[in-house]
């Protein structure tokens, strides 16, 4: 069944408990909470989320700064518990499809409209086989360093383009924001989705591509509740005193 509203969190930067207070004390009726990045965890992530309503859905996607440091990644990746990362995939949340793009593009890998250095993981791990001779080191994850990790790779973008989705969330902006990546814009029209819903530029604004999908840039520390018939309904910022 569709139609309960959803609540999308802007980047919290260390925040996220007071935010999760404020949600389960202000919206606790929301169907969907979906976290859109640069969470920069002190703590693990299934432990946070506890104190929202079981009935409440949580969904994120990793923002660059959620592989600055090793508990930052563990924190959130390592412990998702019952949240849904949505990254290079989609899911359907109170009916609604959404699919997710998290981390951010890099130079080292792929900075468009340039071509891409590496298109694959795979790639990237061929070049890094001679250091792994000794060992990989601690402070890796998944065979690689973080920060590539926190890459967006071409085989992410190719993966998306094959799926359905009604919702798009990224941490990435499309082209609607002026340090923003028309690539996005062609995810979105390819996968059929209205909306794109991004974070990262720390910027509450509403915007229109020109194909008509809308764009809803949620700000620094920021909760926008909304729902596919009405819009936006409420927000609030926890910068600006609102929570």
């Avoid at 432990?47 to 859905?57: F, G, N, R, V, Y």
């Avoid at 936006?232 to 600006?240: N, T």
Wanted: glycine share 10%; net charge negative; with cysteine.
């Amino acid at each position: 069944m569709r139609n309960r509203d959803f609540l999308f969190v802007g980047d919290p930067h260390g925040r996220l408990p007071e935010i999760l207070a404020y949600i389960a004390r202000e919206h606790a009726d929301a169907g969907v909470v979906v976290l859109l990045g640069d969470l920069d965890l002190a703590g693990p992530f299934d432990t946070a989320i506890q104190t929202l309503p079981d009935s409440m859905e949580v969904a994120y996607i990793p923002g660059n700064h959620d592989y600055d440091q090793t508990r930052f990644y563990d924190h959130l990746l390592g412990s998702p518990g019952r949240a849904i990362n949505l990254d290079g995939r989609t899911h359907t949340l109170q009916g609604v499809r959404v699919g997710g793009l998290g981390g951010h593009f890099r130079k080292k890998v792929w900075m468009p409209p340039a071509p891409a250095k590496f298109n694959s993981r795979i790639e990237y791990e061929r070049v890094l086989a001679s250091q792994k001779k000794s060992g990989i080191p601690q402070d890796w994850r998944q065979g690689m360093p973080r920060h590539a990790l926190a890459a967006i790779w071409p085989e992410d973008i190719e993966q998306l383009k094959t799926l359905g989705a009604d919702l798009l969330i990224t941490h990435e902006a499309p082209s609607t924001h002026r340090h923003g990546f028309p690539v996005l814009d062609e995810i979105a029209r390819t996968m059929g989705a209205t909306m794109i819903v991004h974070g990262h530029h720390h910027e509450r604004y509403d915007s229109r591509l020109e194909c008509g999908t809308q764009v809803l840039g949620v700000g620094e520390a920021g909760v926008v509740r909304w729902n596919e018939k009405d819009g936006v309904l409420d927000e609030a910022s926890l910068l600006k005193g609102h929570i």
